[in-house]
């Protein structure tokens, strides 16, 4: 008989959006026509500059081992990055490059969070925050805020083995921004409680308007915020596992042991491409924005035309969360299996996301409208 294996893997369910961008590749390859608007990717081409910047940085001979927290070029680009959009500065010792986004949350929580401990966890949210609490022997505490951060629930749910608060905004699912007197409050309730705060701000490339509220923009924050971010959401390069940590002054040493021991380093040119990638940011990024929110507009009032279900654009993202008066797991499965677009039940993102869908508007225009089309005919009645 094999033996048994460890529970911190054993007992951890599939990741909902991997799993359903599976079913999705398995349906295409047995010949159905599915319009996928359940996947993160935002489906956006890496600009040939971007391409050729990793294949020149290979032909140079970057294929070897680098630097353990990345090349300093590129933390420096970062560091510039950061001071624009949040106004928070760092030192380039301060910044630590990891494999993609997921990676530098599981590098934050790694670094903060001892085997017991508790972590607050948004919910609805992105389907790994639990899960990667949980591999680094923590307890992961839901914390509803489909709406909004209420102190109340914070107060609620705090004990004394709370170790850290999760905190994503622009929030994947529901596109919302907290604004920055949420932000502010939530920050007050870390410091009454000495909590550190993991702050995921990976879709903040793409806020529509205005500045971007951030966790490490509260004066004095920074000594206790961790900001997790990535380049797949804002330059299509979901497939280059490019992401970053943020870190309060004095910790990167001892936290980079975690990469040192593990991945050690991302290879050097793909941080050559992310280089070439923020260098092309003012020129790339606003149109992307554009075409994101008017998708949003678009698929929110064809979406809000259909009864029993309620729509509005977010701030943020290409996703959308509408509302639905229906069973979300069986809408799901319905659209899926009747008219051949994938979505995801709300309550994959927590049971504070039931009667909800997430709709990931990253598919070509021409097959979004013919998805509207197909929604417009079956609506969410069985």
Not at 94 to 122: Q, Y
Not at 157 to 170: C, D, E, F, Y
Not at 357 to 377: K, N, V, W, Y
């Amino acid at each position: 008989m094999p033996k048994q294996l460890a529970e911190r893997v054993a007992s951890l369910k599939p990741s909902a959006t991997v799993e359903m961008t599976e079913r999705v590749r398995a349906a295409r390859a047995s010949g159905r026509q599915i319009i996928p608007l359940s996947s993160g990717d935002p489906n956006i081409e890496t600009d040939a500059r971007i391409v050729a910047a990793a294949e020149r940085a290979m032909r140079a001979g970057e294929t070897h081992y680098g630097p353990a927290q990345g090349l300093p070029r590129l933390r420096e680009a970062i560091v510039r990055r950061e001071a624009l959009r949040s106004g928070a500065l760092y030192d380039p010792a301060d910044i630590i490059v990891t494999p993609g986004g997921k990676f530098a949350l599981l590098t934050a929580l790694m670094g903060t969070v001892e085997a017991g401990d508790e972590v607050l966890v948004p919910e609805p949210g992105w389907v790994s925050y639990g899960p990667c609490v949980r591999l680094c022997g923590g307890v992961p505490v839901s914390l509803p805020m489909l709406d909004t951060i209420e102190e109340e629930s914070l107060e609620r749910l705090v004990s004394p083995r709370t170790k850290a608060l999760i905190m994503n905004s622009p929030v994947n699912p529901t596109g919302r921004v907290f604004s920055m007197d949420e932000i502010a409050r939530a920050v007050a309730f870390a410091e009454r409680h000495d909590l550190w705060i993991v702050f995921d701000q990976v879709y903040s490339d793409l806020l529509h308007e205005g500045r971007f509220p951030a966790a490490q923009s509260v004066p004095d924050a920074q000594a206790r915020v961790l900001v997790v971010d990535s380049l797949s959401k804002t330059f299509g390069m979901t497939g280059w596992r490019l992401g970053s940590l943020a870190l309060p002054k004095g910790t990167a040493k001892a936290i980079l042991k975690f990469i040192q021991h593990s991945i050690y380093c991302v290879p050097g040119f793909i941080q050559e491409a992310a280089i070439e990638a923020l260098s092309l940011y003012d020129e790339l990024v606003p149109g992307y924005r554009r075409m994101f929110r008017q998708r949003l507009e678009l698929a929110s009032r064809r979406l809000s035309a259909v009864d029993g279900i309620r729509c509005r654009p977010p701030e943020a993202t290409f996703y959308l969360f509408p509302s639905i008066e229906a069973d979300d797991v069986e809408v799901a499965r319905r659209w899926l299996e009747e008219i051949d677009v994938a979505t995801l039940p709300g309550s994959s993102f927590g049971p504070a996301g039931a009667r909800h869908l997430r709709l990931s508007l990253t598919c070509p225009q021409a097959d979004l409208e013919e998805a509207l089309d197909r929604i417009s005919r079956v609506g969410v009645a069985a």
